[in-house]
Each structure stands twice: as structure tokens, then as C-alpha cells.
């Protein structure tokens, strides 16, 4: 792959799923804000273009390999993220709750930033349940009808860039909610004085959030670009 400072970032992750890490230790959001390119990001973050170039090539060419998801049939893609990370996300978001709680009411008083940890928190688990169903029961079978069918029937909701651009900006509004919550936990590490819970609870957190990271990708630089493709195709 050549990378060059006027690709987006979008673009290389979608491309090579190596180069993720490298704009995670940046801070530099490759899923919600994708579309900016290499010259963008280093100018807002203080970077030279150039090392950062390096850095992802070296990523490319000494990281094992990753999956392709370029390749992927887009209903098998479709399939992919409902059954790894929605269910991720479905499994995970009341066990943090959980966590969360308990850290509200045993550590709340010295550390009054958990209690807008967990709320923050509890918007992601809201309005995640609810986009999942809407991808689930409406966009989703949609994007599956165009990778399978020959010329499949126009969707009650015009083109699918509509149900896309709505999933889009919802996926931004999470992603900013949970850079909060990242902010608010100093990047999800536990104070001196906190127990295994914390650090426990800490660790999930940023689990979940990478995960959301590579879920959200997946959608808005892959699956959601070749959907609209596919969809113009027919319609020419």
C-alpha cells in the first residue's frame, strides 16, 4: 500500500487495518472524524506528516497480518459486524453498568467524576441499543438485498444513503461520549486508592471502546461506501 499525506485516514485503515494502532497512539480518531487526511491530522495534533507516514508503513510491513475486509462479500461483512459487535455491545453495556454502580457508591464520594463516567456510560448504552436495532431491522437486510440480488426493489426510504448518513452521525455523537469518558477517567486509569474494580471496570471500559473504534470503521469506511456503490450501480 503507498500512503501519501493526502489519503484520509479513512481510507489507509480501510485499506490496512495494521495502521489502526498507529493513529490510536496518535489520539487521532480513524472511525467518526475518517475523513480527514494525513496533513489535516498532523496539523491539528502538532505531528510531522512525514514521520507519521514512516510510522504507518513500518505498521504495514512489521505487524501481523490482519484481516481484509475489503474483500469481504458485503453481506457476509453486514453479517460479520451484527453477530461480533453488536452482540459485543449488547453483552457488555449492562456487566459495565454493573461495574459502574458499584464504583458510584463505594468510591463516588472521593472521586465525584465517576458518577459522569457512568452517565455518560448509560446515554452510550441507550442510544446504541436503539442504533443497533434500526441497523439491525432496516439498513442491515437493505445493504444484504444489494449484495445478493440481481436488481433488487428501490427501499421505502428512498436510497440508502438516507438510513447511511443518519447512522453516520449517530456513530459521532457516541464516539464524542465516550472521548469523554476516556477524558474524565485520564485515559481509563484507576487512581492509587482504587480496588480491582476500578482497574477492572477501567480496563473494560477501553476495551469497549476500542471495540466501538473497529465496529464503527468497519461501517462508515467500508461496508456504508460500498453499499451507496452498489446502489448507484443498479440505478444506472
Keep these: 500500500m503507498n500512503i501519501n499525506q ?3 485516514v479513512g ?9 489502526a494502532s498507529v493513529f490510536q497512539s496518535h489520539g487521532i480518531d480513524f472511525c467518526c472524524k475518517g475523513g480527514r487526511s494525513i496533513t489535516e491530522v498532523c496539523e491539528s495534533k502538532n505531528l510531522k506528516a512525514p514521520a507519521l507516514v514512516k510510522e504507518l508503513q513500518d505498521a504495514i510491513i512489521t505487524d501481523k497480518a490482519a484481516a481484509d475486509y475489503l474483500t469481504w462479500p458485503l453481506d457476509l461483512l453486514a453479517d460479520y459486524v451484527e453477530k461480533k459487535h453488536h452482540r459485543y455491545v449488547a453483552q457488555k453495556t449492562p456487566e459495565l453498568m454493573q461495574y459502574l454502580n458499584k464504583l458510584c457508591k463505594v468510591h463516588g464520594e472521593r472521586h465525584p467524576e465517576l458518577f459522569d463516567i457512568r452517565d455518560e456510560f448509560a446515554h452510550v448504552a441507550d442510544e446504541l441499543t436503539s442504533h443497533m436495532h434500526k441497523e439491525e431491522m432496516i439498513l442491515f437486510p437493505f445493504i444484504r438485498k444489494l449484495a445478493t440480488e440481481t436488481h433488487p426493489a428501490p427501499p421505502p426510504f428512498g436510497t440508502v444513503q438516507n438510513p447511511i448518513h443518519m447512522m453516520m452521525a449517530e456513530h459521532t455523537v457516541e464516539g464524542d461520549r465516550l472521548e469523554r469518558i476516556a477524558e474524565l477517567s485520564s485515559q481509563y486509569t484507576a487512581p492509587d486508592d482504587g480496588c480491582t474494580t476500578y482497574r477492572v471496570a477501567f480496563a473494560m471500559l477501553r476495551e469497549f471502546e476500542e471495540d466501538l473504534h473497529l465496529h464503527i470503521h468497519l461501517e462508515n469506511n467500508i461496508m456504508f461506501p460500498r453499499a451507496i456503490q452498489l446502489e448507484q450501480q443498479f440505478a444506472n
Design 6 to 8: 493526502d489519503l484520509t
Design 11 to 19: 481510507e489507509i485503515v480501510a485499506q490496512d487495518y495494521r495502521t
